[in-house]
């Protein structure tokens, strides 16, 4: 069973930036597809970006341009670099892991979530 934990959250300004990485346990996550994701209070969660297993990437509008996702499958890792912080990226970011991108949000695993808050 693979287990996730994500740090690097914070609180930061409006145009700076944040760094989240996800470290996940066990040998497998060379063939984990993995993601991250987030919930505003009041709001549901959704989808930030994906990337498969063997790297390629997939973004939400609404980040597209300002994070990027990436993963060092010798560090069991993978991370979200977010820049050009607005306050409505203002949530509780999660990582989570699958086989494929499809099944993250069914049947992923899900980290405990790290808390970003970007101020005005």
């Known amino acids: 069973q693979v287990q996730l934990v994500e740090s690097g959250g914070g609180l930061v300004q409006a145009g700076g930036s944040l760094g989240l990485s996800c470290v996940a346990s066990?040998?497998?996550?060379?063939?984990?597809?993995m993601g991250w994701y987030r919930q505003a209070p009041g709001k549901q969660r959704e989808v930030v970006a994906t990337?498969?297993?063997?790297?390629?990437?997939n973004y939400a509008d609404s980040v597209k341009g300002r994070f990027t996702i990436s993963r060092d499958n010798a560090k069991n890792t993978v991370y979200l670099q977010m820049n050009s912080l607005k306050p409505e990226d203002t949530a509780v970011y999660y990582c989570?892991?699958?086989?494929?991108?499809?099944?993250?949000?069914?049947?992923?695993?899900w980290g405990q979530g790290t808390q970003v808050t970007v101020s005005s």
């Open positions: 990337i498969t297993r063997g790297g390629s990437t």
């Open positions: 989570a892991a699958a086989p494929v991108v499809t099944l993250l949000e069914r049947t992923g695993v």
């Open positions: 066990g040998e497998i996550f060379n063939f984990m597809a």
